[in-house]
């Protein structure tokens, strides 16, 4: 992705005169003789490592001043970096007017600080490698505990599908038990209604009311319960 930050200091035009600039502050684009603007910066760029290196480990990823601190990004001593201008740029005085006007209001406090447009962009690219460095880092850790976790997961399945296999067979032998029991039942219950027709067939040669049941058992009675006492 492109990185715009640079807008409000780098102009690919001619630069102004200082009478036609509001508060007649000198247009000091970034540039050198025989460069334009935009090679400027791109030589700014390059002459700064693409790898940030962390010296100490970052406790709270959220704290942007401990990345730039563990990324050893340094603080100049005239204080110019580029938060501090960033926070000039927000400033109620200039946060409302055009945008060329905030440059030129910027250009022309960093003149008379004496800090050079180039070393605040410097300071920007060398910020800007710190967080994407970071990214990379948190990115690859994000990416670590996804391999990680994914194959936890998996031995999670392969556990859950075995011990669901092995309730399932305990499942279906549960169920070929009762379904033995449920036929050996039957088949008794078969006999004993024939026993019965024999028994009933021999009484009804001596009984007008035959009290033989040849049917299913009758219903075995609740049990009664004896109240508690109060």
């Known amino acids: 992705m492109s990185k715009k930050w640079y807008n409000y200091f780098v102009s690919t035009e001619t630069p102004a005169s200082s009478s036609e600039i509001p508060g007649g502050a000198p247009d000091s684009s970034v540039s050198k003789p025989g460069r334009t603007p935009a090679q400027t910066v791109a030589e700014i760029a390059s002459s700064v490592a693409a790898e940030a290196k962390f010296s100490t480990p970052v406790s709270d990823p959220n704290s942007f001043a401990q990345i730039y601190n563990a990324a ?12 501090k201008v960033i926070e000039m740029l927000q400033s109620e005085h200039i946060h409302n007017l055009p945008s060329e006007v905030k440059r030129s209001s910027i250009l022309l406090a960093l003149d008379a600080a004496g800090v050079r447009i180039e070393d605040v962009i410097e300071d920007a690219v060398r910020r800007d490698r710190a967080l994407d460095t970071y990214e990379r880092v948190l990115q690859k850790s994000v990416e670590d ?12 399945e392969q556990e859950m599908e075995k011990l669901m296999g092995e309730y399932r067979a305990r499942i279906q032998k549960n169920s070929d038990e009762l379904a033995r029991e449920k036929e050996r039942f039957f088949g008794w219950r078969l006999q004993k209604q024939q026993e019965e027709k024999r028994i009933a067939d021999a009484v009804s040669y001596f009984a007008s009311e035959n009290p033989i049941t040849t049917g299913g058992a ?4 609740a049990p009664t319960r004896t109240p508690k006492e109060p």
């Open 72 to 83: 050893e990004v340094p603080n100049p001593s005239h204080g110019y970096t580029i938060l």
């Open 145 to 156: 505990l996804e391999t990680h976790k994914t194959e936890e997961n998996r031995q999670l």
């Open 218 to 221: 009758p219903a075995m009675p």
